[in-house]
């Protein structure tokens, strides 16, 4: 199956799903979970209707989307991988939302960058929760999440969301309702949820953004 195809593929089985569903009927974004995609394939994603994009690596990023961006300048970049303190300033530059807030000096870090004068007019920033408490993996634990909350609302960062990655092999529903009760809670309306695995459990939850990498782009190459 070609991407084109897949992707219109996944698009209606949105619908179908959102159509059981008793939440909201708002469609959830797709985005490509683009990592180790070569220009070529993301190319071809937009081509095929794509509009959002997600990276892991600052430095990957960097090196595919200042030229891909230049000629797609309405395509949407999302980090979706783990920041450094030290890499924030080239984060904010490259990517429009950064889901991966997950600790106080990484808020504190954005902060002081536009205060000295860095504009972050337009973008917005979740939070990533470590829903499963897993030592290895990042983002707050839910028991610290409201602290992170309240801290990047008195920084003035424009909070919107918050973001997880259920453990491997633990049904995720749970973790996709942790995720969405804190959202609710503290009043923030994006739920970044949901991957090739387990999207369908996602859209019914509520997620906002599924973040798929296989199921779009076929499997990764192992390296
Ligand atoms: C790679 C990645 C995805 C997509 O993973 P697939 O299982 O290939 O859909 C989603 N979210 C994050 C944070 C990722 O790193």
Not at 138 to 156: K, T
Not at 182 to 207: F, K
């Amino acid at each position: 199956m070609s991407l084109s195809a897949r992707l219109q593929a996944l698009k209606r089985e949105i619908v179908d799903i959102k159509q059981k569903s008793l939440l909201s009927q708002t469609l959830p974004i797709i985005l490509g979970a683009s990592k180790q995609q070569p220009d070529h394939v993301i190319e071809e994603a937009i081509e095929a209707g794509l509009s959002v994009f997600g990276e892991n690596r600052v430095q990957e990023a960097e090196a595919k989307w200042p030229s891909l961006r230049k000629h797609h300048p309405n395509v949407q970049l999302h980090l979706i991988g783990p920041l450094q303190t030290n890499k924030v300033k080239q984060a904010l530059a490259l990517f429009d939302i950064i889901q991966t807030i997950d600790r106080p000096a990484l808020a504190e870090a954005i902060a002081r960058i536009r205060d000295s004068g860095f504009g972050i007019e337009g973008k917005q920033f979740y939070i990533q929760v470590n829903t499963g408490k897993e030592p290895q993996k990042a983002g707050v634990f839910p028991e610290d999440a409201e602290a992170l909350i309240y801290q990047c609302r008195q920084l003035q960062l424009p909070l919107t969301g918050l973001m997880c990655i259920p453990p491997l092999h633990q049904p995720p529903a749970p973790h996709f309702a942790l995720l969405r009760q804190l959202a609710v809670t503290h009043g923030l309306s994006e739920l970044s949820m949901g991957m090739s695995e387990d999207y369908p459990t996602a859209i019914r939850m509520g997620s906002t953004c599924i973040r798929l990498g296989r199921a779009l782009f076929g499997e990764r190459e192992t390296k």
